[in-house]
């Protein structure tokens, strides 16, 4: 077998994507709060982008924030070849500050600090504090205090207490045994809030019980041997198995609910996420609706033209490809967005056309919707539709929702109607809400619910759609004593007396 090399002639078809073609659909791509920050981006990197302020009481010379003019064409073409030797040396190395302007950026570093809003007081921190006031001997308070570190944000211990152990003899060099261990993790869990230390459910809301409480025992039971029972509604079972009245365990569970399974949660609360819509629907005079796209927060952009006019008197070839690159660049940036809103526009007028019962009557009448039906009205590749109603959110007089609420699949009725999966929840949530809680649907009785009404659901379905609903099952739905109220009731019956 010899192995050599040959040179042949082939001819293949390839799709290559231009730079241009790219920009544009990740522009498109962008929903407007990120669209915003990468012309934020670009101003700061293109000398050539201008910004227009949208100010009405300006003209649109003064709104454009366009240097002053230079006197001599030459100082401004000095300008920007220094300009350019930065640039290049930048990409090059990064160069050290000199001792000046690290003082500078120290000092601006400080005065940031400065300005920035006090971080909020930690699970950890709170517990440094409260040790703090034990007494309690140097080394078992260092030990405490190596547990507290180590709890995650919801005051869960989850490393078994030999391996901390190891650990600690690792980080200090002492050695440590795990009953010392067992002695400091008991201190812990006398802090506040009750139950931080905790090594697992069970231990966490044994540690919040206060034997002053009138059910404390009947608690104790439930927690130590049937949690899981209570999870999964086993209330009969519980009532047999620990000989306890069934009014007696419901009003333990009630008492139990105001325990607090996760007690270092509160110290590390969930920012809220705002939503920027990028679309707008507004109902006319005539009852016609119609989509504007909200580009308020979109800067106005515009080229300068003292650099039109400098890649003219530039001499140096350097300095006109340059700004032939940065010129073109900035045009392909004002084209893709100018691109983003006409798509957009188009885009979300054929959804809400189709989806006009929605508007008008709620969201259980949303109509099954296909992105490729949208793409062969508006006249763009799917994907365009895709990356068109990605992240993307419109306001409706209904609500905000996002773009890709209003797509979806469904089913045909038994008279040949196509139903959305959306009408489909909506109706398993009204069925829930107004089955009887003595004795609630289970799922084939949901099923049979939903075909009476004309929609021919598969069991497998309604058993997904209620776990994406986060309802329970129908056992963890009943209600015990509603049921056992119904059962011990005196039914009337008609009395015979064979005397008489």
């Not at 504090?129 to 080394?139: G, K, M, N, S, T």
């Not at 201190?187 to 404390?216: D, H, I, S, T, Y």
Request: aromatic share 6%; glycine share 4%; charged share 30%.
């Amino acid at each position: 077998m010899r192995l050599e090399a040959t040179q042949q002639l082939g001819l293949h078809q390839k799709m290559i994507l231009a730079p241009r073609m790219i920009q544009s659909m990740e522009i498109l791509q962008l929903p407007i709060m990120a669209l915003q920050e990468r012309i934020q981006q670009e101003l700061e990197e293109n000398p050539v982008l201008l910004l227009v302020e949208k100010t009405p009481n300006l003209t649109q010379s003064q709104a454009v924030q366009e240097p002053p003019q230079p006197q001599e064409w030459q100082d401004e073409l000095e300008q920007l070849d220094r300009l350019i030797e930065q640039r290049e040396e930048e990409q090059r190395t990064r160069h050290r500050l000199s001792r000046n302007g690290s003082q500078e950026a120290a000092d601006r570093q400080l005065e940031m600090m400065l300005n920035t809003p006090a971080r909020p007081q930690s699970l950890h921190d709170y517990l440094f504090e409260q040790l703090a006031f034990f007494d309690a001997p140097p080394r078992m308070l260092s030990l405490a205090r190596f547990l507290i570190a180590q709890l995650d944000e919801n005051g869960y211990l989850t490393s078994p207490l030999d391996q901390l152990a190891h650990l600690y003899h690792q980080a200090t060099g002492e050695d440590v045994a795990v009953q010392d261990m067992e002695q400091a993790l008991r201190l812990v869990q006398q802090l506040e809030p009750r139950g931080v230390g905790a090594r697992n459910l069970k231990e966490c809301l044994l540690l919040q019980l206060n034997p002053e409480w009138p059910n404390f025992h009947v608690l104790r039971i439930l927690i130590e041997d049937h949690l899981e029972d209570l999870q999964h509604n086993r209330l009969p079972l519980i009532q047999k198995k620990t000989a306890f009245e069934l009014p007696t365990i419901q009003r333990a569970i009630e008492q139990l609910k105001l325990l607090n399974p996760r007690p270092g949660a509160a110290f590390n609360p969930e920012s809220a996420q705002y939503v920027v819509p990028d679309l707008v629907v507004e109902r006319s005079e005539t009852g016609e609706y119609q989509v504007r796209l909200l580009d308020d927060y979109v800067p106005e952009l515009r080229i300068s033209k003292r650099y039109l006019e400098l890649r003219q008197q530039a001499s140096d070839p350097k300095t006109r490809e340059f700004l032939a690159r940065k010129i073109q660049a900035a045009r392909w940036l004002k084209e893709a967005i100018e691109q983003r809103k006409r798509t957009l526009e188009k885009v979300a007028r054929a959804i809400l056309q189709r989806q006009r019962d929605f508007l008008e009557k709620g969201p259980e009448y949303i109509v099954p919707l296909r992105m490729q039906e949208i793409a062969d009205e508006v006249g763009v590749h799917v994907t365009t539709v895709s990356r068109a109603v990605d992240d993307k959110w419109i306001q409706t007089p209904r609500g905000i929702f996002p773009l890709r609420r209003f797509f979806g699949g469904g089913l045909t009725t038994v008279q040949g109607e196509e139903v959305a999966w959306e009408t489909i929840r909506q109706k398993l949530l009204d069925l829930i809400a107004h089955e009887d809680k003595a004795n609630p649907y289970s799922d084939e009785e949901l099923v049979r619910k939903l075909r009476e009404q004309g929609l021919p659901v598969a069991r497998r379905t309604v058993t997904k759609y209620r776990k994406l609903l986060k309802i329970p099952s129908s056992r963890q739905r009943k209600d015990w004593a509603l049921a056992s109220a119904r059962s011990s009731a005196p039914t009337s019956s008609t009395s015979c007396n064979p005397c008489s």
